[in-house]
């Protein structure tokens, strides 16, 4: 009898594997034949991948850790919508844009200039999202007559002031929390198991914390998971997550902006920390700094017609400026 048992087991463990197995490479064909619709050029930096859509004034939409061009058309979706002629580059190391040993954020700055000069456009707003912020602070650093305006979402901004412990803390626990997604996003296998089989606790890695998702609406869920499935698949984008957490940050640099900014935040966001987005207000001349007492990073989801009214009012106000 008990061998039999067993035996059971045993079979309810390989039909088990076996529909797991299924599931998987489905989803992997499906997320492999999603990112094939982008357009990819040559450039001193190595390869550039961008889609582009929509019409009216150009904004540059630049994606966060873990994503690539796929993450710039769900921010387009979610913020800006076809009004606007948006582009949406994948950084370096995301899907087919190059990672060159070496590279900084300066370089990727440099990259976004020559991607709008092969687009013909002189002039464009910028939107960027998490660790889509220093390479665009930095390009408005470097090439100020080229952005019109800068709306940072829950964007990685600067270092922090070694002489707080309690920054020094929450930032060495981001620190941690970047490093096990950068480890997670580098398998497929390992990323779709840990979206799948423990999502709440990704949610929670990728800086939202239990509140913030027992609050979500079922809308909101949903979008929350789309911008996770939009991650598979993870491996041609792991140079790019572990370029994002070693290069370095922007810091006091970003007092020479020029460009009107805006700074969206949440305070409880455990990823990127909001002290960060307080340095950035006080630091760009003019910047305005709009604070939410929760949302942590997924605040784009969470407050989502508000920063949609405010995003794109910030770039309307500015398109000729």
């Known amino acids: 009898m008990f061998g039999k048992i067993l035996r059971w087991i ?18 992997m064909n499906r997320a492999y034949d999603r990112i094939q619709g982008s357009t990819v050029i040559p450039s001193p930096y190595g390869d550039i991948e961008y889609t582009e859509g929509g019409s009216g004034p150009p904004v540059l939409v630049i994606h966060g850790s873990g994503g690539g ?19 949406a580059p994948s950084r370096f ?28 456009i002189e002039r464009a707003a910028v939107v960027a999202i998490s660790h889509g912020g220093p390479s665009a602070l930095l390009f408005a650093v470097l090439h100020p007559e080229r952005v019109s305006s800068l709306a940072l979402i829950s964007a990685g901004v600067a270092s922090i002031d070694a002489t707080d412990q309690a920054h020094v803390h929450a930032q060495a626990q981001a620190n941690r929390q ?77 007092a020479t902006i020029t460009a009107p900014t805006l700074i969206v935040h949440a305070t409880d966001d455990t990823l990127q920390l909001y002290h960060n987005a307080q340095f950035a207000a006080a630091a760009i001349p003019g910047a305005t700094l709009v ?9 784009m989801i969470v407050e989502q017609s508000t920063i949609r009214t405010a995003v794109q009012k910030q770039i309307l106000d500015h398109v000729s400026g």
């Open 69 to 87: 061009y796929d993450q710039g058309e769900l921010v387009v979706e979610a913020v800006l919508g076809d009004q606007f002629h948006w582009i």
């Open 93 to 120: 190391g995301y899907l087919r844009s190059t990672f060159s040993e070496g590279a900084t954020f300066d370089d990727q700055a440099h990259a976004y200039a020559y991607l709008l000069d092969r687009l013909g």
């Open 291 to 299: 604070s939410f007492d929760r949302g942590g990073h997924l605040l």
């Open 178 to 254: 970047g490093e096990m997604l950068v480890t997670i996003y580098r398998y497929d296998p390992l990323y779709w198991t840990a979206t799948n089989l423990f999502k709440k606790q990704f949610m929670e890695l990728m800086g939202a914390d239990d509140t913030v998702i027992a609050g979500l609406s079922p809308h909101q869920r949903e979008m929350a998971e789309e911008i996770i499935d939009y991650m598979n698949p993870s491996s041609p984008r792991a140079a790019g997550a572990a370029f994002d957490n070693k290069a370095a940050m922007p810091n006091e640099r970003i």
């Open 10 to 27: 045993a079979v309810g463990l390989i039909v088990a594997l076996v529909f797991v197995s299924a599931a998987y490479l489905s989803d």
